[in-house]
């Protein structure tokens, strides 16, 4: 039944009509009323429902004045996302500004320890420098300033012509032979120029190519049973046989040249690092080789004494050496190393020809260091070839010189050194002749 009708209804049956209608307007008022309210509050349910959705809040049912609570909360939670957003940024700031100032910190350090680095390393390349030339003066001193300059040009010439080698085999034309016998053809060619050879002097220099070569194949021979380290430790008493066979040879010797050859070759043997595998069979091949090299050497001094010239040595040696390198060649290599070079890159053949260049003057001047310093002492300052070789490994690879190889270096300058107390100097001379001048001045 409808409310109008209930109205009527009721005015009828306690009171009159017009009451009636009036209950109808009350009735009416109130109806519309809670529509309204509801009306008004379901886009705030709707609201608050989205907040659910974005912070979490279950909100069930809300009670009159639920609006104002709601649009607290919402201001309240939006302001607690804002201070959370700030605290966030601010600390993620502060993060970035400790991560700038620990990576700026770091890269400084990183930046003085290289320069830390760079200074020592100038400095130990100049002390490796610098002990090579004062190790080397006593010659400058005793003989002058041409044994001198030959005397560095040698060690130079050694470290050059094996950097060339290794550079050649590394860039793809592994032929040791065919490279070795290039080296004596140019050698002969050069010094046959300068000086021709006569027929007497091939007689002679035989048997010292025989011994040149005896001592490559053992020492290459060697190196298949032994470590390239234990080889080259072995290969350091060179001076050591060098003094036996002079002493066999002249039957004399001074205190200052054994004690020279002691510390040199304790020095060689410290300076050489790696892998140390003990081998019998490779002991005897590389003393045999280090015996054969110290009789070429005593031979070819002894052949300079008598009668024929450094470039008549190197001429007639070079030229024995290419013959039998050459046999070598054709037997081991065949003629793959003809067939390979002109496929080889450009920088391939500027450095073979470049080392053969430098194998022909390391040739010319070591005839010349045997005529001015003789067997001995030209071995004890071959030895100088290590102290090179560090300073050449530091300058280029930046590699570090071990505690080791430092005592070995300054016994082998120590050896040099002593290898001329016993010969007279320029200056002694000098020293003698400052005397007499400032006793003739002192004189009345």
Known sequence: MGRPVLALVFAACFACPA?????????????????????????????LTEVHNDVGAVILDTPDGSGEDERMMLSSAGAADKQRAVKEHSQGEGQDNKDKKHSEATRNE?????????REHKLMLGALSTLIVCAASPVLFSQGWLPFAATL?????????????KEIFKSGYPYPYAT????????????????????????????????????LALNNTALVFGTAAFVSILGACTPATTYVV???????????????IMAVVAGAMLCVKGELAFSLFATVLTLGACLC???????????????????RLCAWTAIWSFAMTAVAMLIKEGFAPFRAFPDTTLHTKVVFFAGAILATVLNVVMCFVLKYLGPLQQNIFGQLELVAVLTLAMAWLHE????????????????CLLSHMDTPSAVKQLFVRRRTLSSLSKAP
């Open 153 to 165: 040009a040698y060690i130079v010439s050694l470290v050059a012509v094996k950097l060339c080698v």
């Open 19 to 47: 009451t009636g209608i009036q209950m109808q307007v009350l009735l009416d008022s109130l109806v519309v009323v809670p529509q309204a309210l509801n009306a008004t509050l379901s886009p705030s349910q709707e609201l």
């Open 293 to 311: 090299r110290s009789l070429k050497t005593v031979w070819s001094h002894d052949l300079m004494q008598v009668d024929m010239s450094p470039y």
């Open 246 to 260: 002079g002493v066999c040879r002249y039957g004399s010797t001074t205190t200052s040249k054994t004690m020279s």
């Open 400 to 415: 570090t010189v071990t505690t080791m190889q430092w005592m070995g270096v300054l016994l082998i300058g120590l050896g």
């Open 110 to 118: 990183n930046e003085e320890q290289s320069e830390k680095k760079r």
């Open 180 to 215: 070795t016998a290039f080296h004596m053809l140019v050698t002969a060619v050069v010094a046959s120029c300068i000086e021709r050879p006569n027929r007497d002097g091939g007689k002679s220099t035989l048997l010292i190519s025989v011994a040149k070569a005896a001592s």
